[in-house]
């Protein structure tokens, strides 16, 4: 079956199975390797990406069901400053290390500081519960989470 | 300074394993074992192959070289089990699949049909030990093994299987080159002992084999062993096509080792001060069905299983039983976890029997520079335990917990304020860096300096793996210093130079790091002697006098570009005798922790509130990365320490997933108070020693212990279970053992 989506500004297609989710279409068949598949069962949050405004783990919605439908990637993080700033936060903060969850704390990060520009502590770890590290204790990446918060 | 492959991470732009794709790729997909132990009585794959888009089906029979692999001198592990060969854990590979799209793959395995006859696992470590079913038996005597003592506190200590659970599977591809040779673009921990595995099994030349380092989403250990790097080039050299290979996260659980469980009878004696007599010690481990690396995890377990003390009268046994369970291997700690538990649990039972504070005991034993370990080693570097415990001693306290999410049980809302106690503990570890028992150790580092566009650049190629612990940082700062360059570009780690070892061991800083310091020098030395008296050194881009002020841009000298190469060995060790004596190690790192814990006795939850962190680090090269492996290395340990385990019931792992085998979150993590101490070590490079283990030896003991403090329960077993916590149950030794004396 055929799915379109508005991917990051831009109006994509692809021919799919019906069993495919929309994980596996963002990277298998539309390129966007930004979302990660460590679990591909809704408990690390690497696959973060916002699909029409909220928040999801992607590996969790069938492709089918998101036809039509507006999705924003890591990859279009860089398109509006709260992005940006959550980008160059973890990056000067040392909130990366693997690597390989940061493109799904990119997106909850700025998910929450668009809804809350100065989150209290507390709220920030609830807010970034979903999304597992495995590598840093989270300790820089609430680091960034204030500084981008302090830039904004 | 950030790592330099930061950016490109944050845009989702860094290419790991699971990312990689090639024109006309296919899809690899492994048969698994499901029972742990039988013998294969019939495969039939002609259903499998008969399926839409199935290319390749392999079996035992279609690999070509040797048939089996591993880390350890004895390669006991099949490639693929063949027909009339035993299954030996569950999740074994017995076939391999190759296919147009990952879901016909995975039909395709389905349908491939094995026959197994069935027969009984052997899954108690303790009985298989008893009937001779081991990996490796070390006994360590020292002193007067049978002395006696004053104050006697014996004690049965057990810790749960953790796994690594990095988060990036397993993942790699394998494109062939057209002439019976491939490339391998893999996630791994050390490219040429993967290299050295492939090769023979494909049966070529290993430069006709070419592996290149694909983004790696954390390893801390479950990527020393192989998973899909033979299967994939199997599959690939025999459909002619690139195939891809990336483990769900259910199959990641069976595809790759995990930190061996442990049970552990020690008896500790000292005088009525609490100075140490004698310790006597049994260590059981559980290696699993093959030997991965449980030779090297039973010394360090053995070792390092009396804690970081002066010990005069020491008998250890400590052994890998081999059973029917997924493999146990390398993680981070690598056997000094396990047994730092059952030290430290020991040492509070000590001080509490000789009435002195935990602070106290460890205080008055504490190992300095200049003595000897249980192997009768001599630590020759920077040992600052004393120094770590009084500084930690000092960190601020955390205030009390504030809000309900800050309570054990957190978003449950099930504690209230008034019934919750607050404990503290503490716990010492120590462990070597780099490896051990006499290997050569090396590492190989090549060192480029040309003129681009009127300026210096340096390039740097190594073979040694960026897992995320930023040894790419530390080489370009290592470039920087040694050339006076700004510009520094890491080249793809890959086989086309020699070997850099394992990034295991905390000792890719010391082995990559003083090979490229050692090239770069050469490089220096050649550019010193182009530019003549009176340049003595780089710095700016510039040859600079004595003064350091600058003579002339560097970029001049290289009309020549010019390139050194340096394998760079670390002092050699000594394997150990009969009794375990030895110098088997070249350097140690030590660590002390204060953990504050908040518990819920009635309830039986617990949440961590603080731990406090002082590591030995000899000089700390790039002080930002060093904290962040400290916090990364603790929350591993909160992990163990209240939640962690691999569920194992009859040999089949019941929790294969992140749904149910638990992980810190944001909400779990504690407060973390972090100090470095900073004494350069003699030998190592800069004097900077490892950092990514030590925080994870200790930061299990020391939270349990806090909870011991809070509950008033014995709690011998880690993970903590709210049962254990709350004092419904309590775990039990599976059997009674002499400490000291093998299981009989």
Redesign the interface.
């Known amino acids: 079956m055929r799915v379109s989506f508005e991917v990051n500004g831009r109006q994509l297609a692809a021919d799919v199975?019906e069993?495919e989710s929309l994980l596996y279409v963002l990277?298998?068949r539309l390129g966007?390797?930004?979302?990660?598949?460590?679990?591909?069962?809704g408990?690390?949050g690497?696959c973060s990406v916002l699909l029409d405004g909220q928040l999801v783990c992607a590996c969790l919605v069938l492709a089918a069901a998101a036809d039509g439908s507006r999705v924003r990637?890591?990859?279009g993080?860089?398109a509006d400053r709260v992005g940006r700033a959550?980008?160059e936060a973890?990056?000067?903060a040392?909130g990366?290390?693997?690597?390989?969850?940061?493109?799904g704390f990119?997106v909850s990060i700025a998910d929450l500081l668009s809804k809350d520009p100065h989150p209290g502590v507390?709220a920030?770890?609830?807010a970034?519960?979903?999304?597992?590290?495995?590598?840093?204790?989270?300790?820089?990446?609430?680091e960034a989470v204030q500084k981008a918060a302090s830039r904004l | 300074m950030p790592r330099p492959d930061a950016p490109a991470k944050v845009r989702g732009a860094f290419d790991f394993a699971s990312d990689l794709r090639a024109e006309g790729m296919l899809y690899g997909r492994t048969v698994r074992s499901p029972h742990p132990h039988a013998v294969v009585r019939r495969i039939d794959t002609a259903a499998a192959a008969a399926l839409p888009g199935v290319r390749a089906v392999l079996t035992a029979a279609d690999v070509p070289g040797k048939p089996f692999y591993g880390l350890d001198k004895v390669r006991d592990q099949p490639v693929l089990v063949g027909v009339g060969e035993t299954v030996r854990y569950a999740g074994e590979a017995i076939a391999v699949v190759a296919a147009d799209h990952p879901e016909q793959a995975r039909a395709a395995a389905a349908a491939v049909a094995v026959d197994y006859e069935v027969l009984e696992p052997l899954t108690d470590p303790v009985q298989a030990l008893a009937q001779g079913s081991s990996l490796r038996n070390l006994v360590i005597r020292r002193g007067n093994p049978e002395a006696v003592a004053e104050v006697v506190v014996k004690g049965f200590y057990e810790v749960g299987q953790q796994d690594q659970a990095p988060l990036g599977p397993e993942a790699g591809l394998a494109i062939p080159d057209g002439e019976g040779g491939v490339d391998l673009w893999i996630a791994t921990q050390a490219l040429h002992v993967d290299l050295r595995q492939v090769a023979d099994a494909l049966a070529l030349p290993p430069e006709r084999c070419r592996l290149r380092l694909a983004g790696v989403g954390g390893a801390f250990g479950a990527r020393e062993d192989l998973s899909m790097q033979i299967h994939g080039c199997l599959l690939a050299l025999r459909t002619g096509r690139p195939v891809k290979m990336w483990y769900g996260r259910d199959e990641s659980f069976v595809g790759h080792v995990h930190r061996h469980p442990a049970w552990m009878w020690y008896e500790h004696g000292a005088d009525r001060e609490g100075n140490l007599v004698y310790v006597r010690a049994t260590i059981v481990l559980d290696g699993g069905a093959y030997a991965s690396s449980s030779h090297a995890v039973v010394a360090n377990a053995a070792i390092f299983g009396c804690g970081p003390y002066r010990v005069p009268n020491v008998l250890m046994w400590c052994g890998a039983a081999r059973t029917n369970h997924v493999p146990n291997g390398a993680m981070r700690g690598f056997g000094a976890v396990q047994s730092c538990f059952a030290h430290e649990s020991q040492m509070d039972r000590l001080a509490a029997a000789v009435g002195i504070s935990p602070l106290e005991i460890r205080l008055r034993n504490a190992m300095r520079s200049g003595d000897r370990l249980i192997t009768g080693q001599v630590v020759s570097g920077a040992a600052p335990v004393a120094d770590l415990i009084r500084r930690c001693a000092e960190l601020p306290l955390p205030p009390p917990a504030e809000g309900r999410m800050a309570l054990p049980g957190g978003a449950g809302n099930l504690a209230e304020a008034a019934d919750i106690s607050r404990g503290e503990g503490w716990a010492l570890g120590y462990k070597n860096i780099a490896y051990s028992e006499g290997s050569d150790d090396y590492a190989t580092a090549r060192v480029r300096l040309e003129r681009r566009n009127g300026h210096a650049v340096a390039l740097v190629k190594t073979a040694a793996a960026e897992v995320g612990q930023g040894l790419v940082t530390v080489c370009q700062q290592i470039a920087r210093t040694e050339l006076g360059v700004e510009e520094v570009e890491l080249e793809p780690a890959d086989t086309l130079i020699g070997d850099a070892g394992s990034s295991s061991a905390s000792r890719q800083t010391w082995m990559t790091g003083g090979a490229v310091r050692e090239a770069a020098r050469l490089v220096a030395e050649e550019v010193l002697k182009r530019a003549g008296p009176p340049g003595r050194g780089l710095a700016g881009g510039q040859v600079v006098d004595d003064e350091g002020a600058p003579l002339a841009p560097l970029a001049l000298l290289l009309d020549e570009p010019i390139e050194r190469e340096f394998e760079h060995h670390h002092r050699q060790t000594g394997k150990l005798d009969e009794d375990g004596q030895g110098d088997a190690h070249v350097s140690f790192m030590f660590v002390a922790q204060r953990a504050v814990v908040d518990v819920d006795p009635e309830a039986g939850l617990a949440r961590v509130a603080q731990v406090a962190t002082v590591q030995d680090v000899g000089l700390a090269i790039n002080p930002l990365q060093v904290h962040g492996q400290i916090e990364g290395a603790v929350a591993q340990g909160v992990g163990l320490a209240t939640m962690e385990e691999i569920q194992t019931r009859e040999g089949l792992i019941r929790n294969a997933s992140f749904t149910d085998y638990l992980l810190p979150t944001a909400v779990d993590m504690p407060e973390i108070v972090s100090e470095l101490v900073e004494e350069a070590e003699p030998d190592a490079p800069y004097g900077a020693k490892g950092v990514g283990e030590p925080p994870l030896i200790a930061s299990p003991a020391a939270i349990c212990a806090a909870m011991r403090a809070a509950s008033g329960r014995e709690l011998c077993r880690i993970p903590v279970r709210p049962e254990e916590l709350s004092g419904v149950s309590e775990t039990k030794p599976p059997r009674e053992l002499i400490p000291g004396q093998p299981p009989a």
Request: aromatic share 8%; proline share 2%; hydrophobic share 35%.
């Open positions: 199975w069993g990277r298998e966007l390797w930004g979302s990660k598949n460590a679990c591909e069962q408990e690390c690497s990637t890591v990859e993080m860089e959550v980008q973890m990056v000067e040392g990366v290390q693997c690597g390989f969850c940061t493109p990119v507390l920030v770890r609830e970034l519960a979903g999304n597992i590290c495995r590598c840093t204790g989270y300790v820089r990446i609430f």
